[in-house]
């Protein structure tokens, strides 16, 4: 298992945070943040963060004086420019934590955020707030939060969706846009700041609607550089996420390899044909959903036949795709005159 660092031990009660007079916003904010910092570093380091999630009474400050949630315990009592004043702030302050050791960092994160996760509505509240801080956080930039946040995503385990919520705020925020924007570029240092946070953006970003040349231009920095075989070691690493990345990430990759032009303009055409010699794990990489989404796609013109014949090709050497597996597709009643065309050179191949 690859060593995280984290922060956290046996759960402990500790005494209540000390009372305070109530301040407006943004005081408030601060005034909590001093007394989790507090209620942190009173405890050991053995015992400090579960300390404080344990600690009701800075929990329910949370609530009221960082999250400023309503009466009914359902929404914020911020305005959006107040919400953004907030996710500055807490990047602020966990900036100034940089210096402390990763395990103490983590036990503030904790704290803030993991101290409601037996109540729905009010920890529902608290990631949605992760989850703007997050794609605030890149541009900050303040990547210790990507560290922690994939500390907790790793410590949760898998039957969650939180991983594609953080991935698809980033996609949303960084890649749907318009490219001249730049704004892609952010997301560029990732790769080597946070491998492991980008793990589960390589997995949960490739989508039928996220198949855009800054999306692959960002992969491939990441993916071919000097951090690409850490990353894809975390891939690996986590069943969900290796099962996933098998089975739809790969599959889309494909899929915008045949769509593209290959080689010539996909900047990841490379990374992803070695995939068939450098996946040697189980599940085995699935081919046959990205040519079901190409035989029955309705613009041929962009299908780059090439392409799609080094993939079946690699495929077949690889063992995950069956002469039998190319037949069924193309005798499908779904798939296009175009695609069907294509038989004989197809099974040629």
Known sequence: MMDRRGGGGQLSSVGAASPRKHQSFPACVTDVLEQVTKVCDQQGQKWRGHAALRNNELQYQLDNDLFCISPDRRVSRLNQIQQLRLIQMLCDYFKEKESEPRSHQYSYFEAIFCGREGEPLLHETRISLLINLCSLAVQYPCYSVLNHISQWLHKIGSGKSYAQQFVSQLVDHYIFIPDDSNLHKYLLPLGDEVPEFVSYFVAYSVTRDSLRQSLFFVLNHWLTGRRGDL????????P???KHFASVTFPFMVVYDCSIGGVYKNPLHGFTTMLYSNWKISPSLQLRPALKILSEAADYSVLDKNALCYHIHLA?????????????ILESPNSSVFFKSLKDELLQV
Not at 231 to 238: D, G, H, L, P, S
Not at 316 to 328: E, F, W
């Open 231 to 238: 990353i894809m070691a975390f891939v690996k690493e986590t």
């Open 240 to 242: 969900i996420v290796t």
């Open 316 to 328: 077949k050497l690889s063992h995950i795709l069956t002469q039998k597996d190319l037949l069924d």
